[in-house]
């Protein structure tokens, strides 16, 4: 097997890709190590957002009240999410929504120079 490493402007993208998402189903969990990112999609009739909760080892991002034909996440710029083997860790993410109720997924954690590790900046961008 061939060892394939990732740079986007330097930086090492230490994970991506993209999920198909089932109408049923209601959460992506991603593991780096000890840290767990739970992205959840939920839907009680309410306005469409995009929320953090947690911190520490764990995040919850939060997908509410989206519909078909609707695209959210965090694009623009990638959210500082903490630190990993030493850097910052950054994550890029976006959703989009389709019609049949499945999602089309897509996420990225980058590695950047250490700086202030805490989650920062607006849960979505887009």
Partial sequence: MVDVTVFMDGNEV???GSLIVPPQSDSITIKIGKLTFNFL???DGGESLIYLQGGGKELNITFKNYKGGDAAGRSKTFMKVGTYDGRTLCLGYR???????SRDFSYTFMLVPKEDSDVSGEAGDE
């Fill in 14 to 16: 230490i994970a991506s």
């Fill in 41 to 43: 999609f939920v839907r």
């Fill in 95 to 101: 959703s989009r929504f389709n019609k049949n109720g």
